[in-house]
């Protein structure tokens, strides 16, 4: 009767240990899953433009077929991000487009301090899937702005909407947020 | 056997600490399942009266009682502490009591493991509640802590997010021992399939737990380090996406949600086959719609951010996934009706208690299936109808599962019965305060008033004075369950082993109170006694 009884309490005991090392295993693992889920993430987005960021860089200016035929609205919006003061506007709030043809505006900006500020515009686009149809030849974003104390000037983007922008798509907006860049400008 | 109970007499034979070094160096699953169930109810109270500040505010329109920004601290953390303060510990709490003692072992599979993960909740806690007095004053972001806003929290910020580590490190352990204790320690004869549901559904939350709560940690981590490090997660202006957060953060929000109901299905499904004096009906399904539930929940989170801008296929694939949960909950809701079918009910508090969770929890599930409507839901959203959807599921769900599980098990675990005429009153005042507490609040969403905020527009007065009467009711009758539970623990009629006339299952062949180590000699479990 005893030697059957130590038995199965070491059995238990190494079980146990097992069961632990096995579950601690999947903690680690669980740990670094919610990590790679940020790299998953942009993956997913970079190929449906699901939250909205535009690729940050010059799009292929390509001539593509101009669909004269349809006009979408662009609505131009500009807010500051609450760590500098700055003025920031479009100049104009909204421009009707045929997808295809490229278009010009400006953004204005004036850095409302007394010393060099250097900004950086994040842009982002709603429905956020009309995100990848958005393309830009030109923009302020795509680099830093530096800014001496009190200057302001006008920022160009030169833009098209692709004619495959899904035909339920009738109004788009840009909207720019403007940061300041970091460790620059003071 | 000699050498099982040489081991167990020496444990009994050594001087055992008294006073505070008893309870702070126990080993023992009841003495840890008691501070879990203490803890509980402390927290219980606290984040009661935070609820009770924010109720006070919302009585009249206008500011009358505190600051807006001391509003959303409340707000931030009432959620923090219920949740994690009290519903989770309270789960714990029985969970170190009963599974033991179900599965025929003498204590838990990983007793110093088991001390550890409760005494980090307290100092858990005092850190957390700690930031309330400090410059900026607590969080007050919400409990979802989404960025950019929580990362406004002034000196608060990094101990909310060590509190939260610790609370989830604690949680873990808990889940591993409880994990361990089941597969490891069950008596000979106790197959997973005659376990009773309350181990059964321990079981899945255990690994629900371990699933998600290092994904909570990681998130909180991100927040800390974009704070503090010049890393950009979820700061736009270095690449990173706020959103993202919503999405780490319901992988881990929306499993955390059933692990707060899935222990109370088991619950209940202890008690109503005992006082209806019937079998389950249905235990096999009942097991499979557990882990379908659990498997569901990891699919599901994004129902939680509809508006965040989707495409449509993915509101789609959330709002059908969603509503797919109730197929398994129905399940669920028609083996308890079917278990009370031709029953001989009696209605003592557990049994009230449990009826008013199948009720009010159904009630719950269906607000729930409107949210996940999509489109329905950009109305609903961060509206009182939410508020009023997921109280209805946690307290007259989780919360009521747990005082009927107190009233059941207190017997077994005192040796006393509590007092019967003052349970039924706690219930009554509990169960019209908690309705009329809450049911007016799925008004008040429908019309459009918003969550979180201190004051509102004039139409919402009524029901919100409704709400508030309803809210000093329900919380002031908890007094009441306090006074029972500590007659209870002082004294009483003498409770015998089986206690419920009903009752089947391990723990009421057990001596009540039960012996320091619960089962020395492990019982053999016939296919005749299990879960019946």
């Known amino acids: 009767m005893s030697t059957e009884s130590t038995e199965p309490l070491a059995t238990t005991a190494a079980a146990n240990r097992r069961s632990v090392r096995r579950l601690l295993a999947v903690v680690v693992g669980m740990f670094g899953f919610g990590f790679l889920m940020v790299p998953f993430y942009d993956v997913i987005c970079d190929i449906t433009g699901l939250n909205g960021k535009t690729r940050n860089s010059v799009a292929d200016a390509a001539p593509v077929r101009v669909d004269a035929s349809r006009t979408v609205t662009v609505e131009f919006v500009a807010s500051v991000n609450a760590d500098a003061p700055w003025e920031f506007r479009p100049d104009v709030v909204r421009l009707d487009v045929h997808p295809g043809q490229f278009y010009q505006t400006h953004f204005y900006a004036r850095n409302l301090q007394d010393r060099p500020l250097v900004a950086q515009a994040i842009p982002s686009v709603a429905p956020g899937l009309a995100a990848t149809y958005f393309q830009k030849i030109e923009c302020f974003c795509f680099n830093r702005q530096a800014f001496a104390a009190g200057e302001g000037r006008e920022m160009p983007v030169t833009f098209r909407l692709d004619p495959a922008l899904p035909a339920d798509t009738r109004t788009v907006t840009l909207s720019y947020t403007l940061f300041r860049a970091e460790g620059q400008g003071g | ?225 974009d704070k503090y490090f010049g890393t950009s997660f979820f700061n736009a202006a270095g690449g990173g996406d706020p959103v993202m957060f919503q999405h780490i953060f319901w992988f881990f929000g929306h499993p955390e949600v059933y692990i707060m109901i899935l222990p109370a299905f088991g619950i209940v499904s202890q008690i109503i086959p005992t006082f209806a004096r019937k079998p389950l009906f249905g235990y096999a399904s009942m097991v499979y719609a557990t882990a379908s539930i659990a498997f569901l929940s990891f699919i599901v989170w994004a129902h939680h951010m509809f508006t965040v801008g989707m495409p449509l296929a993915g509101e789609l694939f959330f709002m059908y996934a969603t509503m797919l949960i109730a197929v398994p909950t129905g399940v669920k809701v028609f083996n308890w009706v079917a278990t009370m079918w031709r029953g001989s009910m009696t209605f003592e508090t557990p049994m009230l208690f449990a009826i008013a969770f199948v009720v009010l929890f159904t009630i719950g599930g269906f607000s729930g299936l409107m949210l996940a409507i999509a489109p329905a839901d950009f109305q609903y959203q961060d509206t009182y109808f939410v508020v009023a959807h997921f109280h209805y599921v946690l307290v007259p769900g989780a919360i009521f599962s747990i005082m009927a599980a107190a009233y059941y098990w207190l017997p077994k675990w005192t040796g006393h019965r509590y007092d019967e005429k003052l349970g039924r009153l706690h219930f009554w005042c509990s169960a019209i305060g908690v309705n009329v507490l809450f049911f007016p609040q799925h008004f008040l969403g429908l019309a459009g008033m918003p969550r979180r905020i201190p004051d509102y527009a004039l139409q919402f007065t009524e029901f919100n004075m409704i709400s508030s009467v309803g809210a000093f009711m329900f919380g002031f009758s908890q007094l009441i369950f306090l006074y029972v539970v500590i007659k209870c623990i002082r004294g009483g009629e003498p409770a015998g082993d089986r206690v419920w006339e009903g009752a089947h299952g391990l723990e009421w062949t057990l001596s009540s109170p039960p012996p320091h180590h619960s089962f020395q000699t492990p019982p053999e479990i016939k296919e005749a006694e299990a879960h019946s």
């Open chain 2, 1 to 225: 056997m000699s050498a099982t109970t040489a081991h167990d007499t020496h444990h009994d034979d050594h001087a055992a600490p008294r006073g505070l070094m008893r309870w702070l160096t126990t080993t023992n699953h009841k003495d840890i399942g008691t501070l879990y169930l203490l803890f509980s109810l402390t927290m219980f109270f606290v984040g009661g009266s935070f609820a009770l500040v924010i109720r006070a505010e919302l009585f009249q329109p206008g500011l009358q009682i505190v600051n807006p920004h001391f509003f959303n601290q409340m707000t931030t953390m009432h959620a923090l502490v219920m949740i994690f303060g009290a519903v989770m510990p309270a789960f714990v709490g029985l969970a170190n009591w009963l599974i033991p003692m179900m599965v025929g072992a003498p204590d838990m599979a990983l007793p110093r493991m088991n001390n550890w993960s409760f005494w980090i909740m307290p100092f858990a806690f005092t850190l957390l509640l700690s930031t309330l007095f400090m410059d900026g004053g607590g969080p007050a972001g919400g409990w979802t802590l989404y960025p950019p806003l929580s990362l406004q929290t002034g000196a608060a910020f990094p101990f909310v997010i060590l509190s939260i580590h610790m609370m989830g490190v604690s949680s873990v352990m808990g889940a591993i021992n409880v994990i361990a204790t089941i597969l490891n320690m069950r008596a000979p004869g106790m197959t997973l399939m005659r376990m009773p549901l309350f181990v059964w559904t321990w079981l899945i939350t255990a690994y629900l737990l371990i699933a998600v709560m290092p994904v909570l940690a990681g998130a909180v981590t991100m927040l800390l380090t």
